[in-house]
T-cell receptor, first 114, second 114 residues
Framework: NAGVTQTPKFRVLKTGQSMTLLCAQDMNHEYMYWYRQDPGMGLRLIHY???????AKGEVPDGYNVSRLKKQNFLLGLESAAPSQTSVYFCASSRTGTGNQPQHFGDGTRLSIL | AQSVTQPDIHITVSEGASLELRCNYS??????LFWYVQSPGQGLQLLLK??????LVQGIKGFEAEFKRSQSSFNLRKPSVHWSDAAEYFC????????????FGQGTTLQVKP
């Protein structure tokens, strides 16, 4: 009954370091999403994927890259971390992309860039 | 541009009192509408959704929401608030189509006084 699992839950990085956030879903969902959550700004879409092997840019894609090599996994990469990327990152998935399909969220990754 | 506005950043109510959280959207057609709740340190959980039909929708945990096309609003209500309802609440809009994208409001933090 895992749903959407994010790894790690917390991480502290130094400016310029790189890292990858992992999202795994066990619901056989086609669509997956990465959001960032900042105070007073709600959730903003970074990148999303409409199926295995596909990725697309969201609202705030700069400084991030993603990959979806397997249907169940969606990776978010920071090549050279910047303090402005300090945020809480959420992964979500949905069965399809039609608007009536709700998104299921992971518990988030809290990332601090020093 | 499509947008979602939650006018109240922070609301405090007494336990047992009624609650109404406001949400207004800007979109040409009738979108798909959602309310999510986020407890501290957790991901987002779907409370309820509206696609079409009856404009009053029931959700989990005793919440309901009413869609008013004339006011472009989708306000969340609960007749009697419990201390466990303290959380952050997000209204979201999915424009019709198959993009899978969600547009979130800024969120409303609910504090419950004993």
């Amino acid at each position: 009954n895992a749903g959407v699992t994010q790894t790690p839950k917390f991480r502290v990085l130094k400016t310029g370091q790189s890292m990858t956030l992992l999202c795994a879903q066990d619901m056989n969902h086609e669509y997956m999403y990465w959001y960032r959550q900042d105070p007073g700004m709600g959730l903003r879409l970074i990148h999303y994927s409409v199926g295995e092997g596909t990725t697309a840019k969201g609202e705030v894609p700069d400084g991030y890259n993603v990959s979806r090599l397997k249907k169940q996994n969606f990776l978010l990469g920071l090549e050279s971390a910047a303090p402005s990327q300090t945020s809480v990152y959420f992964c979500a998935s949905s069965r399809t992309g039609t608007g009536n399909q709700p998104q299921h969220f992971g518990d988030g990754t809290r990332l601090s860039i020093l | 541009a499509q947008s979602v506005t939650q006018p109240d950043i922070h609301i405090t109510v007494s336990e047992g009192a009624s609650l109404e959280l406001r949400c207004n959207y800007s979109y040409g057609a009738t979108p798909y509408l959602f309310w999510y709740v986020q407890s501290p340190g957790q991901g987002l959980q779907l409370l309820l959704k509206y696609f079409s039909g009856d404009t009053l929708v029931q959700g989990i945990k005793g919440f309901e929401a009413e869609f008013k096309r004339s006011q472009s609003s989708f306000n969340l209500r609960k007749p009697s608030v419990h201390w466990s309802d303290a959380a952050e609440y997000f209204c979201a809009v999915a424009p019709s189509g198959n993009t899978g994208k969600l547009i979130f409001g800024q969120g409303t933090t609910l504090q419950v006084k004993p």
